[in-house]
């Protein structure tokens, strides 16, 4: 019999009640044995959607991060949180976001605002995690509280439960050494937490743990390799079985690796991986479980089950109850509930398939292979009927725009002339300072703003009133910025739900959800729209809304548009074509907006390409690839404009250094990137590198509420000048400001004012 079983589930809620349960906690408005309800009321609505399965995970569910529980989970605390005398979920957040509640922080000088954690994106996704930290003296002491207390709650209500945790190779490759020591020499001090864990896990009863070791998709050198076989040696001691759980990638030469370490059951991720199972049929030992993810945990399309059976059903034969199936990964990565759509476009919503849809998917196909398909007839033949009409819809595909990526050449992505040669045309024209001072785009989306989108949307604020009301945010932002002195303007986005769907919105080629929110850090979730049909941009986007700023300031007002590749990674894309050509598509309709900005008046321009990292391969072997056709979307959307017109783009939270050379070639004028919360060694990159252009480095977290004084920004900034010549030197916060609060805004961006006048002082 198949085993069916589950790798994770989304913990945010339906209609993100996590998120503002957090969030109201943050603020002080509710206790915290109000969130910890909150948490526990969700986890038991989780497990029984999830009834029906053979496994269900427990301890998928997070307060913030699955990496930081794992953190705690090990004792690994920060230094500068180690002294906290409050209750543990307290710190937990002081390490997440600088700190936990407004109403913590009486407890005393212990409690105040910390660095918060480095924060950067888990894997290829879009999911945020906080880096673990190590020295050359970290030890580790296992505090299994929070596992095993999910345990019990499930064990009570009667699920049949699968712990899972991050594996031991994994949770050290994914942190960061704060000294110059080796990572893997922790490993000795790690694995006895790991045997406590597996120990106290089985004296409760636990048969299976998903030991989550998605490290193993990506290239290893020798000593890692070594390393995975003496950690799970070390661990086959251990009374439950381990589900060695793989995702997100091909094992390809960790093939033999994965299928003979001493574990019980390997879980392989079909999806990005199907050419691994037939070696891994004939490696892994007979006595072994092979879990295979065969239903996607990373998009939304339904899949072909009819297709999927006629592969599936030769494998059960020949494993019999060896086989278990699965999603590809957690379906953290997708939303909740497709059910819930009750504006969704009706053709569009009948391709699709959320969270609780694939695991109705996965039980059909559980059914099928134990029962045979007959008893899941009517489910085989409407699936096939959707997928027939997703085919053959002439709302997919459109000749012209097919056409127009045809006709792209080299020639659409060079500018007039090189950078040596623009740059002084564009300082002629803005006049700017030395360190010129200027923000990433968005300021705060204030209950204000919330409430007029809101009741635009549903019919109580006309056009007219609506045009106002953003009108008036605009406004504020530019008297702001004036007031406190920046250089180079943004107008605040006051009209944008989100820097990805608003423009999906003003495409064709894209449809949205109502509810379909994933999560992208803490509370922090974000709706990416559905990428299904061939792109084009029928009018201008952000147009009236930019020359609106720029008439009423004298100084230069920035564009800001999101760039193609970004709003590709951040869209749930269409899987009938190569992403390359949706990312072109993509490209040619930015390109055209990016035009009509500069010919009405806009000089300064900003192409946000925030998750250009992250949509690369894990396998360092398939980067040029992807780089060559990511830059070259960048090049087309960006480089049509005249030399005096500056291209701005951004980026933040991931490791920029091994791709700087490709961030050169995107040839912009001024990247701006997050470098506050790894203390500016995202620049290590210009030790080696001679970076041509101008750069921001980021110089203080926005994603903290703390706020950063003049003398730590001056310091950064210092150190940026090590490395990069002043007079390219931008002064800018990591990111967007949406998120912030004005009375956060302000004073962080006064001392950030200020830091910029001290260093031209003493430049």
Known sequence: MTTIHNLGFPRIGARRELKFALESYWKGESSLDQLKKLGADLRQRHWTQQAGLDLVPVGDFSFYDQVLDMSFALGNLPERVRDFHGDALDNYFRVARGRSAQTAEAHGACCGGVAAGEMTKWFDTNYHYIVPEFTADTEFQLDASRLLGELAEAQAQGVKAKPVIIGPLTYLAIGKAKDDSNKLALLPRLLPAYARLLDVLAAQGVEWVQIDEPLLVTELDADWRHAFNTAYHELKGARVKLLLATYFGQLQENQYLAANLPVAGLHIDVINGRDDVGPILNLLPSSKVLSLGVINGRNIWKTDLTALLDWLEPLAQRLGDRLWIAPSCSLLHVPVDLASEEKLDVEVKSWLAFALQKLDELRVLGTALREGREAVRDALVANQAALTARRVSPRVNNPAVQAAVARIDAHLGLRESRYAKRAPKQAEWLKLPAFPTTTIGSFPQTSEIRQARSDFKAGRLDAAGYKAAMQAEIARSVREQEALGLDVLVHGEAERN?????????????????????????????????????????????????????????????????????????????????????????????????????????????????????????????????????????????????????????????????????????????????????????????????????????????????IPTEAHIVALMKKAAERIPAERLWVNPDCGLKTRQWAEVIPALTQMVAAARTLRAIA
């Open 498 to 706: 989100d820097m990805v769907e608003y423009f999906g919105e003003q495409l064709d080629g894209y449809a949205f959800s109502q509810f379909g929110w994933v999560q992208s850090y803490g509370s922090r979730c974000v709706k990416p729209p559905i990428l299904f049909g061939d792109i084009s941009r029928p009018r201008p986007m952000t147009v009236e809304w930019i020359t609106y700023a720029q008439s009423l300031t004298t100084k230069p007002m920035k564009g800001m548009l999101t760039g193609p590749v970004t709003i590709l990674n951040w869209s749930f894309v269409r899987d009938d074509q190569p992403r390359s050509v949706s990312c072109k598509q993509l490209a040619l309709a930015i390109r055209q907006e990016v035009l009509d900005l500069e010919k009405a008046g806009i000089r300064v321009i900003q192409i946000d390409e925030a998750a250009l990292r992250e949509g690369l391969p894990l396998r360092k072997s398939q980067w040029k690839e992807y780089l060559d056709w990511a830059v070259e979307s960048f090049r087309i959307a960006a480089n049509g404009v005249r030399d005096e017109t500056q291209i701005h783009t951004h980026m933040c939270y991931s490791e920029f250094n091994d791709i700087i050379a490709s961030i050169a070639d995107m040839d912009a004028d001024v990247i701006t990137i997050e470098t506050s919360r790894s203390d500016m060694e995202l620049l290590d990159a210009f030790d080696d590198f001679q970076y041509p252009n101008e750069i921001g480095p980021g110089v203080y977290d926005i994603h903290s509420p703390n």
